[in-house]
């Protein structure tokens, strides 16, 4: 009889730890859709650029839209319907500031958006425009007193992801190990372009450093990598050259016999037909300055644009 009783307690027993085990395990690993959410964060990037430094932070975990598509100007971009309606229904939108897109703030406000805006230009030291340049006064498209073309620059590419992080995490908590780790993957992957770019250019004599541009959008980047890019434009795309700075160009372009005249995806090419003509250089590669070309391009991710 105490056998019996044994054995049917054990069995009694038994089952308790097995509940109690399965009921720990649902507390400590949860139901399936805590770890994959059921409904994707929806988010808004102003331009190409920043919309793919959104999908390699926010992976599976968000769905990204651009306003501004690939080898379009957000400079001379005007804002439709449709727009409005994909920002209202946003939870997030990630934008560049510094006055680059002139259009946002309007979007916003007509749109009745109440998504979290990451702007990924926070904590960056900007470029101040040179004063001597006026070249945007007068258009819609203003930029201020500040270079916005941040993102011409790894290490500002740096600030931006960071700044994406901690929005992303502050919109989604749940996914925040996966932000982060994806985050610094992505820094190592920027490391390693700008390595390589070091490298291209140290096979570049340094007076023959110098491309001529049709858009003065490269001052990051000329910074970073030590060399020069003088552009017809001003900042913006939107503002045409003057014969004066077309003639201060080409007076550059002779004295240090610039080899190639380079234009951007984004361009008038023009500009550059016509700055080859006056100098003698011959029409180079294209350059890519505001926005990522589409998939079948050459530069369809900001690390193959760079």
């Given at each position: 009889?105490?056998?019996?009783?044994?054995?049917?307690?054990?069995?009694?027993?038994?089952?308790?730890?097995?509940?109690?085990?399965?009921?720990?395990?649902?507390?400590?690993?949860?139901?399936?859709?805590?770890?994959?959410?059921?409904?994707?964060?929806?988010?808004?990037?102003?331009?190409?650029?920043?919309?793919?430094?959104?999908?390699?932070?926010?992976?599976?975990?968000?769905?990204?839209?651009?306003?501004?598509?690939?080898?379009?100007?957000?400079?001379?971009?005007?804002?439709?319907?449709?727009?409005?309606?994909?920002?209202?229904?946003?939870?997030?939108?990630?934008?560049?500031?510094?006055?680059?897109?002139?259009?946002?703030?309007?979007?916003?406000?007509?749109?009745?958006?109440?998504?979290?805006?990451?702007?990924?230009?926070?904590?960056?030291?900007?470029?101040?425009?040179?004063?001597?340049?006026?070249?945007?006064?007068?258009?819609?498209?203003?930029?201020?007193?500040?270079?916005?073309?941040?993102?011409?620059?790894?290490?500002?590419?740096?600030?931006?992801?960071?700044?994406?992080?901690?929005?992303?995490?502050?919109?989604?908590?749940?996914?925040?190990?996966?932000?982060?780790?994806?985050?610094?993957?992505?820094?190592?992957?920027?490391?390693?372009?700008?390595?390589?770019?070091?490298?291209?250019?140290?096979?570049?004599?340094?007076?023959?450093?110098?491309?001529?541009?049709?858009?003065?959008?490269f001052r990051y980047f000329t910074r970073d990598f030590g060399i020069r890019i003088e552009g017809a434009r001003g900042l913006s795309t939107e503002a045409e050259p003057s014969a004066k700075d077309i003639a201060r160009i080409v007076r550059i372009a002779k004295e240090r016999k610039a080899k190639a005249v380079f234009l951007e995806n984004i361009a008038d090419p023009r500009i550059a037909a016509q700055l080859a003509k006056e100098t003698g250089a011959k029409l180079g590669?294209?350059?890519?300055?505001?926005?990522?070309?589409?998939?079948?391009?050459?530069?369809?991710?900001?690390?193959?644009?760079?």
């Amino acid at each position: 009889m105490f056998d019996l009783y044994l054995k049917r307690n054990n069995i009694i027993f038994n089952r308790r730890v097995l509940l109690g085990g399965l009921a720990l395990a649902a507390l400590a690993f949860g139901p399936a859709h805590a770890q994959t959410p059921t409904k994707k964060l929806a988010v808004v990037a102003s331009f190409s650029i920043l919309a793919d430094l959104g999908k390699e932070i926010g992976g599976d975990r968000i769905e990204v839209k651009s306003l501004v598509g690939p080898n379009a100007d957000a400079h001379v971009y005007r804002a439709t319907p449709q727009d409005a309606k994909l920002v209202r229904e946003a939870d997030v939108l990630i934008v560049n500031g510094l006055g680059f897109e002139g259009f946002v703030p309007r979007l916003i406000r007509a749109s009745g958006s109440k998504a979290r805006v990451i702007t990924v230009t926070n904590g960056l030291k900007p470029i101040e425009k040179p004063k001597s340049g006026g070249h945007d006064h007068g258009h819609s498209h203003d930029h201020g007193k500040h270079d916005p073309h941040a993102w011409q620059s790894i290490e500002a590419a740096r600030t931006f992801v960071a700044n994406i992080r901690d929005g992303l995490i502050a919109a989604d908590p749940s996914g925040e190990a996966i932000f982060r780790a994806n985050t610094e993957r992505y820094l190592a992957e920027l490391d390693k372009v700008r390595g390589e770019i070091v490298a291209m250019l140290a096979s570049i004599p340094k007076d023959d450093r110098l491309a001529i541009a049709n858009h003065d959008a490269f001052r990051y980047f000329t910074r970073d990598f030590g060399i020069r890019i003088e552009g017809a434009r001003g900042l913006s795309t939107e503002a045409e050259p003057s014969a004066k700075d077309i003639a201060r160009i080409v007076r550059i372009a002779k004295e240090r016999k610039a080899k190639a005249v380079f234009l951007e995806n984004i361009a008038d090419p023009r500009i550059a037909a016509q700055l080859a003509k006056e100098t003698g250089a011959k029409l180079g590669g294209v350059l890519y300055s505001d926005a990522l070309t589409d998939e079948k391009g050459p530069a369809p991710t900001y690390l193959a644009m760079m």
